[in-house]
Protein backbone atom coordinates (compact mmCIF):
# COMPACT_ATOMS: atom_id res chain seq x y z
CA UNK A 1 0.00 0.00 0.00
CA UNK A 2 1.12 3.38 -0.72
CA UNK A 3 1.66 5.85 1.64
CA UNK A 4 0.52 9.68 0.55
CA UNK A 5 1.56 11.69 3.52
CA UNK A 6 4.77 12.84 2.40
CA UNK A 7 3.00 14.36 -0.69
CA UNK A 8 0.86 16.14 1.58
CA UNK A 9 3.58 17.23 3.62
CA UNK A 10 5.08 18.94 0.84
CA UNK A 11 2.25 20.49 -1.02
CA UNK A 12 1.39 21.70 2.50
CA UNK A 13 5.45 23.25 2.90
CA UNK A 14 4.74 25.64 -0.38
CA UNK A 15 4.38 29.20 0.66
CA UNK A 16 0.86 30.79 0.10
CA UNK A 17 2.45 33.75 -2.03
CA UNK A 18 4.64 31.22 -4.26
CA UNK A 19 1.54 28.91 -4.57
CA UNK A 20 -0.86 32.00 -6.33
CA UNK A 21 1.89 33.52 -8.46
CA UNK A 22 0.93 32.44 -11.62
CA UNK A 23 1.42 35.26 -14.77
CA UNK A 24 -1.56 36.52 -16.92
CA UNK A 25 -0.53 36.45 -20.14
CA UNK A 26 -2.19 37.48 -23.43
CA UNK A 27 -1.38 35.13 -26.03
CA UNK A 28 -2.34 37.10 -29.01
CA UNK A 29 -2.95 41.12 -29.74
CA UNK A 30 -1.59 43.53 -31.77
CA UNK A 31 0.08 46.57 -31.61
CA UNK A 32 1.30 49.25 -34.43
CA UNK A 33 2.52 52.75 -34.97
CA UNK A 34 1.00 55.82 -34.24
CA UNK A 35 0.10 58.15 -37.29
CA UNK A 36 3.01 59.92 -36.70
CA UNK A 37 5.41 56.99 -35.80
CA UNK A 38 3.90 55.59 -39.26
CA UNK A 39 4.99 59.14 -40.62
CA UNK A 40 8.27 59.36 -39.65
CA UNK A 41 9.98 55.47 -38.70
CA UNK A 42 7.25 52.49 -39.20
CA UNK A 43 5.04 53.33 -42.55
CA UNK A 44 2.19 50.87 -42.36
CA UNK A 45 1.65 48.68 -45.47
CA UNK A 46 -2.22 48.71 -44.69
CA UNK A 47 -3.33 51.37 -42.40
CA UNK A 48 -5.43 50.62 -39.35
CA UNK A 49 -9.02 52.53 -39.40
CA UNK A 50 -7.91 56.14 -38.37
CA UNK A 51 -10.41 55.53 -35.26
CA UNK A 52 -7.80 52.82 -34.08
CA UNK A 53 -4.27 54.50 -35.32
CA UNK A 54 -3.23 56.22 -32.31
CA UNK A 55 -4.91 53.36 -30.11
CA UNK A 56 -2.44 50.44 -30.36
CA UNK A 57 1.07 51.66 -29.52
CA UNK A 58 3.02 49.51 -26.77
CA UNK A 59 2.44 52.28 -24.00
CA UNK A 60 -0.81 52.14 -24.63
CA UNK A 61 -1.01 48.45 -24.65
CA UNK A 62 0.40 48.47 -21.08
CA UNK A 63 -1.76 51.16 -19.35
CA UNK A 64 -4.70 48.86 -20.65
CA UNK A 65 -2.68 45.31 -18.67
CA UNK A 66 -1.77 47.09 -16.00
CA UNK A 67 -5.57 47.90 -15.53
CA UNK A 68 -6.50 44.37 -16.72
CA UNK A 69 -3.80 42.73 -14.57
CA UNK A 70 -2.02 41.35 -17.66
CA UNK A 71 1.96 40.35 -17.25
CA UNK A 72 2.90 39.26 -20.24
CA UNK A 73 1.57 39.62 -23.87
CA UNK A 74 2.44 37.95 -27.24
CA UNK A 75 2.41 40.42 -29.68
CA UNK A 76 1.13 39.06 -33.32
CA UNK A 77 2.84 40.74 -35.89
CA UNK A 78 0.01 42.98 -37.21
CA UNK A 79 -1.27 43.08 -41.24
CA UNK A 80 -0.54 46.76 -40.94
CA UNK A 81 2.50 46.57 -40.87
CA UNK A 82 2.81 43.40 -43.19
CA UNK A 83 6.15 42.03 -43.26
CA UNK A 84 8.61 44.91 -41.77
CA UNK A 85 8.79 43.36 -38.32
CA UNK A 86 10.86 46.74 -36.60
CA UNK A 87 7.73 47.90 -35.13
CA UNK A 88 7.09 45.03 -33.06
CA UNK A 89 10.63 44.08 -32.36
CA UNK A 90 11.32 47.82 -31.36
CA UNK A 91 8.48 47.32 -28.71
CA UNK A 92 10.16 43.75 -27.65
CA UNK A 93 13.26 45.42 -27.26
CA UNK A 94 11.56 48.16 -25.06
CA UNK A 95 9.82 46.31 -23.15
CA UNK A 96 11.45 42.98 -22.62
CA UNK A 97 9.58 41.45 -19.31
CA UNK A 98 6.53 42.16 -21.14
CA UNK A 99 6.85 41.39 -24.72
CA UNK A 100 7.23 38.63 -27.09
CA UNK A 101 6.34 38.10 -30.67
CA UNK A 102 4.72 36.21 -33.16
CA UNK A 103 6.48 36.80 -36.86
CA UNK A 104 4.48 36.66 -40.03
CA UNK A 105 6.22 34.15 -42.60
CA UNK A 106 6.54 35.91 -46.24
CA UNK A 107 5.59 33.11 -48.64
CA UNK A 108 7.63 35.13 -50.98
CA UNK A 109 10.95 34.14 -49.14
CA UNK A 110 12.91 31.29 -50.24
CA UNK A 111 13.54 28.78 -48.53
CA UNK A 112 17.29 29.58 -47.24
CA UNK A 113 16.35 33.50 -46.92
CA UNK A 114 12.79 32.43 -45.12
CA UNK A 115 15.08 30.09 -42.60
CA UNK A 116 18.03 33.28 -42.60
CA UNK A 117 14.59 36.06 -41.49
CA UNK A 118 13.41 33.86 -38.60
CA UNK A 119 17.05 33.25 -37.15
CA UNK A 120 17.18 37.28 -37.27
CA UNK A 121 13.71 37.36 -35.66
CA UNK A 122 14.18 34.88 -32.93
CA UNK A 123 16.95 36.89 -31.53
CA UNK A 124 14.84 39.96 -31.72
CA UNK A 125 12.65 38.25 -28.62
CA UNK A 126 10.29 36.52 -31.32
CA UNK A 127 8.63 32.88 -30.11
CA UNK A 128 6.92 31.76 -32.70
CA UNK A 129 5.54 31.96 -36.36
CA UNK A 130 1.92 33.06 -38.08
CA UNK A 131 1.01 31.85 -41.49
CA UNK A 132 -1.80 33.84 -42.31
CA UNK A 133 -3.19 31.68 -45.94
CA UNK A 134 -4.75 34.90 -47.63
CA UNK A 135 -1.08 36.47 -48.28
CA UNK A 136 -0.42 32.91 -50.18
CA UNK A 137 -0.72 32.93 -54.03
CA UNK A 138 -1.28 29.44 -54.45
Known amino acids: MMRLFPLVYLVCAIPEAAAFSMKIIDSHLH?????????SNFPYDQPPPESLQNN????????QMDKAGVDGALIVQPIN????????????????HKFKGMLLHDPELSPE????????LVLSGYVGVRFNPYLWNE
Do not use: C, F, G
Open 31 to 39: VWASKSEAE
Open 56 to 63: ATPEALIE
Open 81 to 96: HKYDHSYVANAIKKYP
Open 113 to 120: MAVKRLEE
